[in-house]
């Protein structure tokens, strides 16, 4: 059977599905503040109930969710979420939607991430602005978790026999699109054994949804194929590290509200002091669009990665790009955030930008101009005397900037603020207690 791809509005178009499917169970997503994935499932019989009255759960369980005295949460699902999972036996079928949660008296939880996009999403409609995103979402293929062993040594581009992943993406394309995924295309990354799908720009919320789907549907399909996929940002000395470079832009009354024909670069004023925002609070957000130790290993010159505060057109070392404006494509002006990585949680990685975004033009934030030098091959005196600062080179200076950060703060909530600044100092603290292979290797001899 054909799997088909579902446009559920209400939860009667849900329960007709089900039925008319068969389908067997729903599993029931969220995510928590550090963007892994909880599921429970359940069977159709409760499906109606669950839309009614929710879905309760210990939210003391969930990292930075609730204390044990206050521990029980709601999960209401979305029906425009409903999709059959893709990597399921299409027998018997299995489903799943994405889950808004709530406290028991039904407000909304102030630590659900998908809250805190929602409510940066509102903040933009009441300014008449709709955000859009497109992210690429890297990853490497190793021959197990515990394994870093290379699949092949394509670079970038590179067509089989040196590309020998082929049948794998073409896996996740299909999967992809049975879930109603628009893939705008595939390849070969840089690095040996590293991937690239390209996936079709969406409204926020829904791509968000998105990413998490993706990462599912890649990590399965490699499964199914024997071999292991990571979106670890830097699992390989001397190579390339995983991006999730975000192409984004606000549409106002169904016009890019980025375009501007009459301004330099054919940048809108508003598009402009959006990116301001972005370069402004980059030290701040980095701990939520880069939130392991890990990330800062990719983050360091000379591998493509972005680590300079500014912003160009063509210029890739810079953390901001603006890809030329071609004529009659003024719906396709965007700017591109080319520091994520894809162990972000994507709610919060949207939301930040967006907030940070919004700040700059409700505060009126003049733009720097472009750096179209490449930044790599600058001396230290040169970037002074230019105004270029770089992100924050390790995980520890990233959380202490967003803890410090009222911005942040007032985008994220207080509650999601402080829980991910605790889960983030945890884990640095267990990271900087740790005796690597690097230390024995080189001072057990010396010393």
């Known amino acids: ?58 939210g003391s ?43 028991p008296d039904g407000t909304p939880f102030a630590g659900d991430p998908r809250h805190v996009l929602k409510t940066q999403l509102e903040k933009a409609a009441a300014k008449g602005y709709t955000m859009y995103v497109g992210p690429e979402l890297e990853f490497f293929i190793f021959a197990s978790p515990t394994d870093p062993t290379i699949m092949d040594v394509g670079g970038y581009f590179d067509a089989p ?64 194929h024997g071999v292991y996929a990571t979106f670890m940002p830097k699992p390989l000395f001397g190579e390339n590290g995983s991006g999730m470079h975000v192409h984004q832009s606000l549409f106002k009354n169904g016009r890019n509200a980025f375009f501007d024909a009459g301004e330099s670069h054919n940048l809108s004023k508003e598009c402009k002091s959006y990116i301001a925002g972005l370069l402004r609070h980059a030290p701040e957000l980095v701990a939520i669009t880069n939130p392991l130790v890990n990330s800062y290993k990719r983050l360091v010159p000379g591998y493509e990665a972005p680590v300079y505060i500014a912003w160009a057109n063509r210029n890739r070392s810079a953390l901001i790009r603006v890809p030329m404006y071609k004529p009659g494509k003024e719906a396709a002006t965007r700017i591109e955030l080319r520091c994520p990585d894809p162990t972000c949680n994507p ?48 995980l520890n200076e990233a959380v202490a900037n967003l ?24 884990e640095w603290d267990e990271f900087r207690m740790h005796v690597s292979a690097y230390e024995i290797e080189k001072y057990l001899p010396t010393t």
């Open 1 to 58: 059977m054909e799997m088909p791809v579902f446009n559920c509005k209400n939860a009667d178009d849900v329960l007709k599905a089900v039925k008319d499917y068969k389908i067997s169970f729903i599993h029931f997503w969220f995510i928590d503040i550090l963007g892994t994935l909880k599921s429970f499932q359940i069977t159709p019989n409760e499906l109606e109930a669950a839309f009614e009255e929710g879905m309760g759960f210990d």
């Open 61 to 103: 369980s969930i990292l930075g969710f609730t204390r044990i005295e206050e521990s029980d949460m709601v999960a209401f699902p979305d029906p425009s979420t409903f999709q059959l999972a893709a990597w399921r036996p299409s027998d018997r079928p299995v489903a799943r939607m994405f889950c808004d949660i709530k406290n």
């Open 161 to 224: 026999p040196l590309d020998l992943g082929n049948d794998i993406r073409r896996d996740i394309i299909f999967n992809l699109d049975r879930m109603g995924i628009a893939v705008e295309y595939s390849h070969h990354e840089v690095a040996p054994s590293q991937h690239e799908i390209d996936l079709r720009y969406q409204e926020a919320l829904r791509m968000a949804d998105i990413a998490v789907t993706y990462k599912v549907i890649v990590k399965e399909t490699a499964r199914k």
């Open 347 to 394: 709610y919060l990685a949207f939301a930040v930008m967006l907030g940070c975004g919004l700040k700059g033009i409700d505060e009126g934030y003049e733009l720097s101009t472009p750096v179209e030098d490449n930044i790599f091959k600058m001396t230290e005196d040169e970037m002074l005397k230019r105004g270029i600062s770089a992100v924050p080179g390790s």
């Open 403 to 426: 803890e410090k950060s009222a911005v942040l703060k007032e985008i994220l909530g207080e509650h999601m603020h402080s829980e991910y600044v605790k889960a983030k100092k945890a």
